[in-house]
């Protein structure tokens, strides 16, 4: 089994706590609370592991730079790892969607947000999974 990267995407800093456009913030930081784990800051990004399995090993990923710019600690971060694409799971915002719903799906465009269009730039690859929240 491979090792995943869940990512959470929002906005650093005090001003955007609880917005809608933290949402993947939240949910990874419910996932941590969930299994008691506390995230490091490394200064470009906050990261916290947990093992899944004797074989594997989830990251929860939050990068620390605006959500515009989401996809260049992230690359990072899976070149150094070893990590493919396929193995990225994005958690973020979707106003489109109705409140408390979600939707799931592997590969497709950025559908507008900008976040998932520089994870696409930075990666090169739209093959990733994409879990869109509704706000």
């Excluded at 093992?51 to 959500?67: A, C, E, G, R, V």
């Excluded at 992230?74 to 994005?90: D, P, Q, T």
Aim: glycine share 8%; charged share 20%; hydrophobic share 35%.
């Amino acid at each position: 089994m491979s090792d995943k990267i869940f990512v959470g995407l929002g906005n650093p800093g005090q001003k955007y706590e609880h917005t809608r456009h933290n949402f993947g913030f939240e949910v990874l930081d419910k996932i941590a609370n969930s299994v008691n784990l506390n995230f490091k800051d490394t200064g470009r990004e906050k990261v916290c592991v947990f093992n899944f399995n004797s074989q594997s090993k989830i990251y929860l990923f939050k990068p620390l730079t605006f959500m515009n710019d989401s996809g260049a600690p992230l690359s990072s971060f899976m070149h150094y790892y070893k990590i493919s694409a396929e193995n990225i799971f994005v958690f973020y915002d979707d106003f489109a969607i109705e409140l408390g719903q979600y939707k799931i799906k592997m590969s497709g465009s950025s559908g507008g947000h900008n976040g998932i269009k520089s994870i696409i730039a930075h990666l090169n690859t739209q093959d990733f999974w994409r879990m869109k929240l509704g706000i």
